[in-house]
């Protein structure tokens, strides 16, 4: 959650299937090939909730990038006669859970707000992305302003970090404790959703 105002995280649709490994749970939905064959198919979507985008609104995902999913269901439909049939099998609250689930089943459709990076390209596949969205500092409402990270350890003296699990925002943090704040205290969360509640922001005692 951490890192400079240049940096930029890529927003995208995550496009994950399985290289030559089969999930031993049947959690995916049909190949092009298959829908093709028979004419309809499932499309299988597993999904780590981001607001707007992607999230469980009364028990169903809705945001953005299901109205893209409908869209491309018309297209699909439209453009080749084929039916797809939008299958959720549902969120994953934990990001590193999230994406190894959908790293192991095959045909699965995993979306959610992700960074692109040469070492997950190794075993995901990315669809391209489609908006960016800069990494920044939360801190509860009442923190000091900060205007640069030479400031960060004596203006928020007595706080801590905490960061998502298997992000890459580890690694911002770990550079910013190395050059500016070697004394600051790092923990993990599972999840955003989890970091941003209220106890988790408040100064230590």
Known sequence: MINRQAMKQLLTILLLTTLNHIFAQNTGGDSWATTK????????????????????????????CVEIFKDFVDYVQAKHNKKITLQDVGKEPVFTDFLSSTQKSANLLGVTNVTITDERKKILKFMPPFISNPVVLLT????????????????????????????????????IKKENWPSLSITYGPSGQEIIKPKLCIRNA
């Open 37 to 64: 064959a028979n004419g309809s198919g499932t499309l299988a979507i597993v999904y780590y909730e981001q607001a707007g985008l992607i999230q469980d609104v009364n028990g169903n995902p809705e945001g953005l």
């Open 140 to 175: 509860h409402k009442e923190a000091p302003a900060v205007v640069n990270f030479t400031e960060l350890s004596k203006k928020l003296n007595g706080y801590s970090a905490e960061i998502i699990g298997g992000s890459t925002h580890i690694k911002y943090i770990n550079k």
